[in-house]
């Protein structure tokens, strides 16, 4: 992995973990600002919605085509502190603390396609490996409030969320330092019509067919995400031997463990193509999906091996759908498509996120099955990327 590589991932671990340092603090904000379970779904929502409408913006403007890739990871990640920390210090409730996460929604869209931009810029040749390695820290940056959470249980929860600030910070100054790769910076979008590029990047079929695979997948992703905690908490709860206390530990490692699975995906598509890799990874994560409200009396350490499984095989597709689609457009579109493809895709998480949020006080674990159809109708979409291949 080159020194610019490096940069570039841990930059997008630090920057992503604003992403859900919230979640982080669900049981201290459920407490004090008497939030239920479809509450939190709709504070998660806040930062998918701003998310949504930054990337709409960044792609119909051109903007991801247009300007340096790394101001705008930096600049965004600046902002993305401070609206991190004005939730953390000035909300007051449900409302003012969601319009502080959208606004945090809204710089991570100049944060994470992005960041996927500028991998390809420094190396397009092994983009599934290390849009791997990009999408892996993602994965812990989304954890990594857990973690900080796991370590400092005794922290105050404010305290948690203001590390994200502080490493979103730290994150964007490394990527200002490290400006553009060589590749992409000598190309140079002169469409009139921004708008134009959405329509030139899906009349690629090979990006039609990444794209709409990519959206059954993030149909599944978030939403599993942001269950993980409730899982937990229903395993913990009909277990004397395990505190709740616990939970953080596991969120964290459930997480966290798609890390890996990003990291060892991508180095099996440099040998096997990124398609038999997703293809791969949606089978395992849908096949989960199926089997886990059928082991409610499975014991404990079936359904943690369970979920290790599925937090393991649910994001490990993401970077190999990326680099797909980044690999079927011309690269003067490959800002737009990644923004575009990122934009529509959270704009199904909205939906799932708040299905399995409102849906789990009244079923419990078959809220696995809602996630079910994301996953199968992925394998469905992404069927001739495979055969191709």
Not at 2 to 29: G, P, R, Y
Not at 39 to 65: E, H, P, R, Y
Request: hydrophobic content about 55%; proline content about 4%.
């Amino acid at each position: 992995m080159s020194k610019q590589i490096f940069v570039v991932v841990i930059a997008e671990l630090f920057s992503t973990s604003l992403w859900f340092s919230a979640n982080s603090a669900a049981d201290s904000l459920s407490k004090i600002w008497s939030l239920t379970a479809s509450d939190m779904g709709f504070l998660t929502n806040s930062v998918q919605f701003g998310f949504i409408v930054g990337t709409l913006f960044f792609s119909i403007s051109g903007w991801a085509d247009r300007y340096s890739s790394s101001k705008i990871f930096a600049i965004c990640s600046i902002l993305g502190a401070v609206f991190n920390a004005c939730f953390a210090l000035l909300s007051e409730g449900l409302t003012s603390a969601s319009v502080f996460r959208f606004l945090v929604g809204l710089t991570l869209a100049g944060i994470y396609p992005l960041g996927m931009k500028l991998i390809v810029s420094w190396d397009p040749k092994t983009a599934g490996k290390s849009l791997g390695l990009l999408v892996g820290m993602l994965t812990l940056g989304t954890a990594l409030p857990h973690g900080i959470r796991w370590v400092g249980a005794d922290l105050e929860w404010r305290v948690i969320i203001l590390s994200s600030s502080f490493l979103a910070i730290a994150a964007a100054a490394a990527i200002a330092i490290l400006g553009d790769g060589p590749y992409l910076n000598k190309v140079t979008n002169k469409t009139k019509v921004p708008f134009l590029n959405i329509v030139q990047a899906f009349r690629v079929q090979e990006f039609r067919s990444s794209a709409l695979g990519y959206f059954g997948h993030m149909w599944e992703l978030y939403a599993f995400w942001t269950i993980v905690p409730l899982l937990l908490i229903s395993i913990f709860s009909t277990d004397p031997l395990l505190p709740t206390s616990s939970v953080s530990v596991w969120a964290f490692l459930i997480i966290g463990i798609g890390a890996l699975g990003c990291i060892l995906g991508g180095n099996a598509s440099q040998k096997i193509g990124s398609a038999r890799v997703a293809w791969a990874a949606l089978i395992t994560s849908g096949f989960t999906c199926f089997i886990y409200p059928f082991l409610d009396e499975a014991p404990t350490f079936v359904k943690i091996i369970s979920l290790l499984i599925w937090g393991f095989s649910v994001v490990a597709d993401s970077p190999q759908f990326s680099a797909m689609s980044a690999k079927a457009c011309p690269p003067h579109l490959v800002g737009t498509a990644l923004t575009i493809q990122n934009s529509i895709g959270f704009l199904i998480t909205i939906l799932s996120i708040w299905c399995v949020t409102f849906a789990f006080p009244y079923i419990g674990n078959k809220v696995a099955w809602i996630l079910l159809p994301g996953p199968v109708l992925g394998l469905i979409f992404m069927r001739s990327l495979l055969r191709a291949r």
